[in-house]
């Protein structure tokens, strides 16, 4: 029996993976360990909460005592971080939450992974889940690979460099077996409606105006959350320690492209006249500092780890946008209480 602390499972990629570990591996026992923020939420993990080889915990990682002695009870095998502040434009008016998380709780962690394995770190193993936001942003040409110089540009993505640097430097001083790995823009179901795709379906669904940033001409690497859970799965499993593996999709896109393939699909899932939903995108004021573009090279995780995406892009927005149509409970809990509060401050000022 195997010891797995997964932080952040109650949010969106932490609970694909909690409940893939939970089916898969009932020989593991999974600790969810999350503090519930805004983004964190029990129902995303409804379907394994009984499971006899899974156990939630509310916690903070910024509590170092906590964190020690949550570490001293369950004697912990591995660690699979998520748990993080991780929406940019929240990092840009409210930036201290991001380094007490990202940094001091990914840190506190890690200093508890040392104490407990400093005698025996045989099979042990730290894996730190980052983002490519740690390279910055590309021009019209490139692309991100393992060896890309770090160049972070808004508190979101330098509190998370910051953690990776941390990393590390864990194993380089202290010998920590840790494993890092930096995922381009996820998208599917149980991700929070802040970020573009549910943002943007639950706009479209309520008739609300889509507020496009600056041109709309950033493009971002959108990979389906579920290939990035397995990802997660095989580098854990396999993946070399003290090694960096980039995880991607191969499937760029400009929002504004994206924004209009959406609307598409919901006319027509809708049943609305084609182009209807089209006339709700709304140009705003860009995000300061907003990245151009993102684009990841995962030829290492796929030649060394025989890591591939299950699905393509058409296939799982397609997937995504049912998904939302038929979870309006779920949408409506999300977006009820500090919701509305949170998009009033950032959207009601954009105009
Ligand atoms: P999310 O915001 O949906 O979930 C984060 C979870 O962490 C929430 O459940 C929240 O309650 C928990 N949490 C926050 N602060 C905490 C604290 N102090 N103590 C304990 N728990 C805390 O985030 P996500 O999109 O699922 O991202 C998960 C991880 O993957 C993050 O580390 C993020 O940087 C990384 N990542 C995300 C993406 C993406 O596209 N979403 C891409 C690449 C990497
Ligand atoms: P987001 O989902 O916040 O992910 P990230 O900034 O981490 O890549 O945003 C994806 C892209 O969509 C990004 O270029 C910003 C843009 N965007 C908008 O145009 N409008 C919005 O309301 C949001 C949330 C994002």
Redesign the pocket.
Not at 59 to 62: E, F, M, N, R, T
Not at 82 to 87: D, F, G, P, V
């Given at each position: 029996m195997k010891n797995i602390l997964i932080?952040?499972g109650?949010?969106?990629?932490?609970s694909h993976v909690v409940r893939l570990f939970v089916n898969k591996y009932t020989d593991y026992h999974i600790v969810n360990?999350?503090?519930?923020?805004y983004?964190?939420n029990l129902e995303n993990l409804k379907d394994v909460e009984n499971k006899s080889n899974y156990e939630f915990v509310k916690?903070?990682?910024?509590d170092g005592d906590f964190v020690e002695k949550l570490f001293d009870k369950y004697r912990f095998d591995g660690v699979i971080h998520?748990?993080?502040?991780?929406?940019v434009d929240r990092s840009i008016t409210n930036p201290m939450e991001f380094i007490f998380?990202n940094i001091v709780?990914t840190v506190n962690l890690l200093n508890a992974a040392k104490v407990l394995w400093s005698e025996n770190p045989e099979g042990k193993r730290f894996y730190h889940?980052?983002?490519?936001e740690v390279y910055g942003s590309l021009g019209e040409n490139g692309i991100f690979t393992e060896e890309t110089a770090y160049a972070p540009h808004s508190p979101y993505s330098a509190s998370?460099a910051s953690a990776d640097h941390l990393v590390r430097a864990y194993h380089d001083t202290y010998g920590l077996p840790v494993v890092i790995s930096n995922?381009?823009?996820?998208y599917g179901s149980y991700?929070?409606p802040e970020?573009l795709i549910p943002l943007f379906i639950n706009n479209i669904k309520n008739n609300k105006p889509l507020p496009v940033y600056g041109k709309g001409i950033n493009v971002r690497d959108w990979l389906f959350v579920e290939d990035h859970a397995a990802a997660i799965d095989i580098i854990f499993h396999k993946g070399k320690t003290g090694e960096t593996y980039n995880i991607g999709g191969n499937n760029e896109w400009k929002n504004i492209d994206l924004i209009k393939k959406m609307c598409e699909i919901m006319d027509r899932k809708l049943g609305r006249k084609a182009g209807t939903s089209e006339k709700l995108i709304t140009y705003v004021k860009d995000r300061a500092g907003h990245d151009l573009r993102y684009a990841i090279d995962s030829s290492k995780l796929q030649s060394e780890l025989g890591w591939k995406p299950s699905l393509n892009f058409e296939e799982g927005l397609e997937k995504t946008i049912d998904w939302y149509l038929q979870n309006e409970k779920w949408l409506e809990n999300v977006t009820s209480g500090d919701y509305k509060k949170y998009y009033e401050e950032q959207y009601g000022r954009q105009k």
């Open positions: 932080t952040g109650a949010g969106f990629i932490g360990l999350d503090k519930l923020t983004a964190g916690g903070d990682i910024v998520l748990a993080a502040e991780s929406h998380t709780g889940i980052s983002t490519d998370k995922c381009s823009n996820n991700q929070f970020k």
